[in-house]
């Protein structure tokens, strides 16, 4: 089974910040990684495919980097709409295994 | 534009079971492989299940493997989940999600959910 660390579990910025999220997997996955976002009371949404595909609704403030075992999202220009959890999930080994990260929450203070 | 719309969920108790389906319209649906995902209240998601375009690959999670199965009737646009011996831990949130074409594996669209609650 592969597991996905996600560092740190909470993140305070302030709009206009940086942030940075760790994704790290137990063994390598390629790029076959996504990260989502879930904001409170609503359903998850791709954010980011293969690593470093930005989803069509996003804008370019959010980035992907990353192949094998570390991968790094990254949302520049933080506006307080950011304010979200974060998952990252890996897919390398479907079928028949997929798995989530633990999830970064990113506050805009 | 997707729709998933799932339904079936409700409160169980203990070992009984439970169907949870999800509609889909908006897309070819024989074109993708569907998935479930769940979320405990307070916690984080977890993939249970997925099924290709054919039903001919299916996956589960350790976590409820041998206790639920995956269906997919493609005539009707419609993905199953059949849940049996249910859990306290089974309680949360059930997400139809939608894959990308091809071989997949990661959540393009989702739907709102529907709850269950597993509970004497």
């Known amino acids: 089974e592969i597991v996905l660390t996600q560092s740190p579990a909470t993140l305070s910025l302030s709009p206009g910040d940086t942030a940075t999220l760790s994704c790290r997997a137990s063994?390598?996955?390629?790029?076959?990684l996504a990260w989502y976002q879930q904001k409170p009371g609503q359903a998850p949404r791709l954010l980011i495919y293969?690593?470093?595909n930005r989803a069509t609704d996003f804008p370019a403030r959010f980035s992907g980097s990353g192949s094998g075992t570390d991968f790094t999202l990254t949302i520049s220009s933080l506006e307080p709409e950011d304010s979200a959890v974060y998952y990252c999930?890996?897919?390398?080994?479907?079928?028949?295994?997929?798995?989530f990260g633990g999830g970064t929450k990113v506050e805009i203070k | 534009e997707v729709q998933l719309v799932e339904s079936g969920g409700g409160l169980v108790q203990p070992g009984r079971s439970l169907r949870l389906s999800c509609a889909a319209s908006?897309?070819?649906?024989?074109?993708?492989?569907m998935h479930w995902v769940r979320q405990a209240p307070g916690k984080g998601l977890e993939w249970v299940s997925g099924?290709?375009?054919?039903?001919?690959?299916?996956g589960y999670a350790d976590s409820v493997k041998g206790r639920f199965t995956i269906s997919r009737d493609n005539a009707k646009n419609s993905l199953y989940l059949q849940m049996s011996s249910l859990r306290p831990e089974d309680t949360a949130l059930y997400y139809c999600?939608?894959?990308?074409?091809?071989?997949?594996?990661?959540?393009?669209?989702w739907g709102k959910g529907t709850t269950v609650t597993v509970s004497s």
């Open positions: 063994q390598s996955v390629s790029t076959y």
């Open positions: 999600v939608k894959d990308r074409q091809g071989p997949g594996g990661d959540f393009w669209d």
């Open positions: 293969d690593a470093s």
């Open positions: 999930q890996q897919r390398a080994y479907w079928p028949p295994e997929i798995s």
């Open positions: 099924i290709n375009w054919n039903g001919g690959t299916i």
């Open positions: 908006g897309f070819t649906f024989d074109d993708h492989a």
